[in-house]
């Protein structure tokens, strides 16, 4: 198909070498950047083409689910090429020399003056393309983060030890010994250094119990030397190295290394194997055989003997004399025990030469990672291969290997937790790196506005939007049209895992599973039947294995629906004529919370919360939009002691002693933005929402609508609803959610009762006296009259309230019969206020999930059953509740990993 060079939707381009388009025609001010060395970071925008909704530049970042790897961010864009500007080999382009493969990218746009960078990668393709004529020539570049660079090699790093070892400043040779099994000598890894050479023929690479190093050799009867090409005349001198005999193999006596120096009393220093793994060592003078200090067989900490070891001998000035030292670390510890030897006078020259097995009597023992050093380093921080290491700092330090940069991301949240890595591998940079959330669950990821990667640590996830953590990310209104796509949402089992074994690697491994509840192993319908699955991860301590298997299983049995997208068009009135909103939703990053407020009237009406694991978005000179990856923020809700709702600790089984049944008023929670079925008299009455409303409901109230009254000043406000029929003598239950900004000392509410002729009989009512500015539950019983045969629930505010003093009134319900609740198998000894003071909000559902919220006002028994006074309905739903529904609190206290 010949692709016409006019499209009636391609971007105005100017001609070749003019200023950026601004103003009109650019009203998002989307700029593409190039980074071309010499040139700095050059402004590409006008060369840039969106010619149709294929072409448009594209980026997506993060992960599409809560289950994935870390993926590298991309990006992608249509650019000009007439003047083969674009084309990396082209001699006659402006860019020639300056662009190629991985050449830095960078896309933003402006918002309120502010420019927002939605990209930062590196150019990974310049395909040229051209249609039939040759008059239309352009480049479909492909972008992406520095990820997709890291990640395609198949290289593993070196080993702990190795990549370690380098870094020394104090270094002065270094054999690591981990060549091939087809090696004639050992390689040297320290600049300039020579090979070690080898007499004889050892085992190589045959030794792999050191987790620190790749295989090491195994000896037979052969003998190594090694030449330090740079001696150092320090006053101080060492050599270290790994060090691995089964019990009882070598001849009392045999010598494992001599160090020779040059120069000075000392010529020679020796360290040789006693049986029973004791270890000692002898001093010579040059050209002398009969050694001038002795220390004696010593045994060091547990011996030598069927231990990972990391044996090291030290010399150093003490005076007149020579102390001679050696000493022992195990793997696994940090104590360092000694032994000393005395020689009289001080050594003058460097050290010249490390031989292996002067005697060729070393066979079955196992030597590697030798290393010369010209100070006194004590201990080695590789030698444990970093077990017990800060996840974070894991990650830093691998970076700094490949030369990638690391962005912390922590919000100012502490991150002070138990967490800890296992043992550093042999492994490729990008599995190594997953390994760190895998492990300490946070999230990975690319930066937006550098060239760099990101890290959430994961209790920077938890408790956003609370005083803990205040960063909330994006907040929508459903209502408002603030969603451009349908929410979609799904109620599977994709991610449902009940039944989790974690693996430490190189350690124990630990199941945890649920077993009883909704989301359990147990059969439909009592639960969904086994989800097994198995996690391997890079952990410290076999210790931590429970809290890693209790966490992964509360990840996976999450008892509410996913909204794998939400679709937003930021081009749209209701963000563009909203600047906190815009802004909220440009700087929002991987992991915010995105909350939707006000779903439709068929869905729960609780707010949809969700933790942003990706995006998507599509920007245009006229357009950008965005869909969200989103996962459930449920499970990172997590206990915080004190706190009078995070802190409350749930039961482990609590049902209904009675059933509930559903509301008798009309229209009780004011659905759908309606004061339909009810009446007011010396006030104003007017919906209140949300959210989004011209009389908003104010913070810390129920989701959905409520009723505004404001007083007329003419005589006691009055507010009913419409009426329902009674039994003359019939115990009801009214309960309300009720707030005054200024504090009210005489609001009302009950019942008014009615005859069979629709006459007023009486009331019965009670006073709730409101803090000021504090939404208050408030609940009441009372017995209809012998003669009462109809009833409407009452509220209002008695004397002559000013027009200042208005109110609001929410959850407005009455019912007959008491909610009482029977207590089983409980963690507190019963429900109570101990954990905090009322009110508490409790949730009641067959499957103990959603459903029906209440607000409990009062707990009357101290044993089971209880009865509750409750405010129903707080989440704008109720529901007829049989006998034995389950009962928990709505927000349980969960402990964090």
Known sequence: MVRSSSRSFRRRTPPIGAAPIAGPADPIGLRVELYLGALGWTDISPYVLYRDSTQRITITRGRPNETSQIQPQTAAFQVNNRDGRFSPRNPAGPYWGLIGRNTPVRISRLQNGVRR???HGEVVSWPTVWDISGSDVWVDVSAAG???????G???LQSAMRSYTPTSTALTAYWPCEDGPGALQLASAFPGGKPMSIAGNPDLASYSGFVCSSPIPTLRTDTWQGVVTNPSTSSTTAVKFLFYVPASTLADGSRIISANTGGGAIGRIDLKYRTGGLLQVQVYAPANATAIADSGATLLGAGADASLVELTVLWTAAGADTNVFFLVQAVGSSALPLGLAVASGVHAGGLLSVVVAPDGTMGGASIGQIKTLDINVLGDVALNAYIGEDPLARLLRLASQVNADVVPVDYGVSRTDSVTMGYQTVDTFANLA???????AGMLYESADQLALAYRVRPSLYNQGTVYNARRGLTLDYAQAQLSGPLGPVDDDAYTRNDVTVQRLNG?????????GALSTQQPPAGVGGYATTYSLSVGLDAQLPDHAHWRLHLGTVDEPRYPQVMLNLRHPQFTGNVDLLNEALVMDIGDLVVVNNPPAWMPPDAIRQILQGYTETLGVFEHDMVLNCSPEAP???????DAVLGVVDTDGSTLAAPLGPALNPNPFFAGGSLAGWSATNAAAAIAGTSGSASPLPAGGPTGYGALLTPSGSGAVNFASGSFPVSALQTYYVSALLYSPNGNGAFKLGFDWRDSGGVFLSSSLTNVVLAAAVWTAAAFSASAPANAVSGMVHTGQGGTPAASD?????????WQGAVSVASTNILLPLWTTSAGAFPFDIGVSPLGSGGERMTVTGITGGASPQAFTVARGVNGTIV???TGADVRLWQPCYASL
């Not at 208005?806 to 319900?813: F, G, L, N, S």
């Open 806 to 814: 208005t109110a609001y009134v929410a959850c407005a319900v009455a």
């Open 154 to 156: 198949t290289s593993s």
């Open 636 to 642: 990172y809700r997590v206990g915080m002691v004190g």
């Open 508 to 516: 124990s491994s630990l199941e945890a599973a649920l077993a009883a």
């Open 117 to 119: 960078y939605r990209f």
């Open 880 to 882: 007829p509740q049989p």
């Open 434 to 440: 997953q390994q760190v959330p895998d492990a300490d």
């Open 146 to 152: 520095m990820l997709r660079r890291l990640q395609q």
